[in-house]
Structure formats: C-alpha cells, structure tokens
C-alpha cells in the first residue's frame, strides 16, 4: 500500500478489522461480524453509544472495501485515495452501501434509522406481500384441490420499462423527496399520539424522478406499472390445515426497482356439518336406536369426506350407552406428504322412541319382562309426592341468585391463594 499524506491516507483498514494483509476473505468476513455485534451502536450503554457509532462506521467501511476483490486491490495499490473523489477516485467511502452489507452479513435492513448513521433509509429492496385468506371445506382439506383463477395485478410497465418516461428523456429529481423516492410522515397511532414513518413519495410514485406530463409514458402515464390478468394455479395438499399458507412467489404486485414480494394465502376451514377435526383426527355422531343400542347392529353409520360409507358391525350382547366412544384407527384425516391418516372418533347418540309408542298394556308388559328389572326402591321414614317439570334447563340452575359458582365463575380457594395459604396437614 503506497503511504499517502493525509488523516484517510493513513487509515489501515486491516489493523481496524485486526487481521494482516495475507488474511483471506473468510477471515476477514469472521473478523467484521465479532467486532460488528461487539461495537453495534444498539449493544452498548446509551452514554457509549457516540463512540461505538464512530467505530462501528469505521469496521463496516474497512469491510466493504477488504470484502471486494477488486475494491481490496485498489486499496492495496493507493490506500484510501483510490475512494476519495476530491483525489481522483470513484467516489467516497462506501457509506451509502451500508445496507447492503447487513443485507448480506444479518439480514437486516441497515442503518437509516440510526442517528448520525445514513438518515433516510433506503427503498425496500422487496415489494411487499399480499396475504388474504382463502375458505375451503372440510372434503376439500380431505381430498386436496387444485384451483385456477385469473388475479389482476400490478406489473412494470413493459413499455417504458419501469422509467415512467418517453424514450430518451433526460429525468429531473423529485423537488419533493430531493431524489430519494421516499419522505417522512407522521402516522397516528392512537388519541394524540402519532410516529414518524418512512413511506414512498407520492409526486413521484417512489422513483425519485419526475417527469413532465408531456415527457410521461403514454402508456402507463408517468406511473411506471400497469394493470395486468395472469392466470394462476392454486394447490391445496391433501391434509392441509386451518392456518396453513400456501405461497404464490413473486406473484404479488410488482414495484420497478425492486423484486416482486409473494401472494401468500391463509387457509380458513369452513365448519362441516357431520365432522369436526381436531389436528390430523375426525369426530362425528354415532346416532343408533334404542333396539341398535341394546342388541347390535350391522350398517354403514357416516359418509366419509370422500363420499365412501363407513360401516360397523357392533355385536349382540354388548350394549352401546350415550356418550360411548368408537375409534376407526386410520379413517381420520391424512397426513401431508405421507400415506398416513389420522383416527375417527364416534361418539354414541342414542335415539329413544317418541312418547305412546307402545300401544297397549301388553306390550308395556312384554318389554318388562325383556328388561332387566328396576332398581331397589329407596327407603325412608317420610315420603312426599311431588310434581315435576319435563324439558328442564339445568343451565339455568343457580342463575340470578349471587352464587359465584353460576356461570363457571366460581373459583377453588387453592386458585385464589395462589398456594400461599395454609394447607391441611397428614397426620
């Protein structure tokens, strides 16, 4: 490196990132991202934080020119005159390049939002995703679907290709955002209180650039994108669940400047009538007959999702009761990118027959005689007959008396305390 007169003429770049001259640039990559996190203006005390920016600056500068072959060599060659443009360089130190080595080195956004650090961010390189949900039924989660649609969306003007302007038209700067495509807003985010954002100039459209109505593209007007239908392909994977997103990459609206974000779809289950789904498991009702429940049956008792019977076979013998559970291993719901399935869940609803169905003395008789016989008759030394109402809500009983218990309010005393109270001893 040639010794040049002056404060940027003795930067040594290699001693800032604590590497020699020989290092390679994977050494030297190890070597910014330590002291990176180490001097990161958002990791130190708020009384150090001037002096870890001035550092900070210095080890993403010494960086972006020992990270680029060619950059390094014109270092190595001419020290940091190679980048002073008052000297005959190409212009600066890299600064305005901030961005694209956290992009590469963190994923982050860079440093505009830091004070004394870049100021106005720069242009999101993206252009955002579009979410919307999506309904599909239960037989549709089941089965799986294709579905083809034509979607309307912005696209760059093949025209002017994204310039906004006429062919050979020389741009002026935006007066608004002096060129920088974007401006500062104030943004309310509740009563009297509001925050400054950062959002695309809307002279410009976020070019940075304006034109002269007569200097505009004929055919997008100066607003560089144009309406456009594309026919698209939508697949739903057997299996897939409610929440699940299917994307559509670099299908949402495209921005010139910037590659186009994703059309992401949120899958919404619409409620079945037979089924409900729990995970990779189905439920339905089982509805038999009293005689069913009493002496077996032999039917199909559902219609699956993909419109196949299910039948069961219950023996004679043994009874069914109401709220008893049937498990068919293997005839839930199946499993993306596999051959497995889920369990269905049967839970018993028993169907009595409608008052008077027995028409005479006879048969009340028979049936007793085929029933086991009742219960033992409770004992007491007073006995009252009373009167009694049928169809009976006992999710009224205790309403509208005080009682905290009404309504599922009622807490344990062990909740209350916390546990902090005190507790029975075993003798």
Known sequence: ?????????????????????????????????????????????????????VKFKAIAQAYEILSDEEKREMYDVHGMAAFDPSRGGPGGH???????????MFGMGGMGGMGGMGGMPRR???????????????????????????????????????????????????????GRGLVEAYQSIGPNMARQVVIPCDHCSGSGMHYKEKDRCKKCKGKRTCKETKALELYIPPGSMQGDRIVLEGEADQLPDQAPGDLIFHLVEEPHDVFTRIGRDLSADLKVTLIEALSGFSRVVVKHLDGRGIRIDHPRGKVLRPGDVLKVPGEGMPVKKSDMKGDLYLVV???????????????????????????????????????????????????HQGDPRYGNDWEDDDDEDDGAGPQCATQ
């Not at 890299?94 to 590469?104: K, Q, T, V, W």
């Open 349 to 399: 609803k028993i169907e009595f027959p409608e008052d008077g169905w027995m028409q005479n003395d006879s048969q009340y008789d028979a049936l007793t005689k085929l029933l086991p016989p009742p219960a033992k008759p409770i004992e007491a030394e007073e006995i009252d007959d009373v009167e009694y109402e049928s169809g009976a809500d006992i999710e009224q009983m205790g309403a």
């Open 124 to 178: 999101p390189r993206r252009s955002p995703d579009e979410e919307q949900p999506y309904k599909v039924s239960l037989e549709e989660l089941y089965k799986g679907k294709t579905v083809k649609f034509a979607a309307e969306k912005q696209v760059v003007c093949r025209q002017c290709k994204g310039s906004g302007a006429k062919e050979n038209v020389k741009p002026n700067n935006c007066e608004r955002c002096k």
């Open 1 to 53: 490196m040639s010794s040049n007169s002056g404060d940027e003429g003795d930067l040594d770049l290699y001693a800032i990132l604590g590497v020699d001259k020989s290092a390679s640039p994977n050494d030297i990559k190890k070597a910014y991202r330590k002291l990176a996190l180490i001097h990161h203006p958002d990791k130190v005390p708020e009384d150090q934080r001037p002096e870890a920016e």
């Open 94 to 104: 890299g600064h305005g390049n901030m961005d694209d080595i956290f992009a590469a």
